[in-house]
């Protein structure tokens, strides 16, 4: 069974840190490219972060662009998602997922097939 379960969610002030991490089981995903996306109050989803199978090519949307990062550690089969200077903007429920098909790298949901359950994570102002 494929699994993607996310941690590190919280509650933290605006500009303080938070690090996201996503463990992924079943299968091994180290030639999909993976995402972190998140969905706010009344908003659709939106991808945040995403990092291609070797990690040479990553991509963030211009919210986040200079505060997060995305790595990832194919050994261990985790993604994680540094997030610094949090703003209340950011709140939301911030969801893994795994590409559909082996080293192509998409920039929109319908690009992934597996889904964690979402962490929440809200910056109080």
């Known amino acids: 069974q494929v699994q993607l379960v996310e941690s590190g969610g919280g509650l933290v002030q605006a500009g303080g840190s938070l690090r996201l991490s996503c463990a992924t089981s079943?299968?091994?995903?180290?030639?999909?490219?993976m995402a972190w996306f998140r969905r706010a109050p009344a908003k659709g989803l939106e991808l945040v972060a995403a990092i291609s199978w070797v990690a040479r090519l990553t991509h963030y949307s211009s919210s986040v662009q200079g505060r997060f990062s995305i790595s990832r550690d194919n050994t261990k089969n985790t993604v994680d998602l540094q997030m610094n200077s949090l703003r209340p903007e950011d709140t939301a429920v911030y969801y893994c997922?795994?590409?559909?098909?082996?080293?192509?790298?998409?920039?929109?949901?319908?690009?992934?097939?597996?889904w964690g359950q979402g962490t929440q994570v809200t910056v109080s102002s």
């Open positions: 997922a795994a590409a559909k098909e082996a080293r192509n790298f998409f920039y929109t949901s319908d690009g992934y097939t597996f």
């Open positions: 079943g299968r091994s995903f180290s030639s999909h490219a």
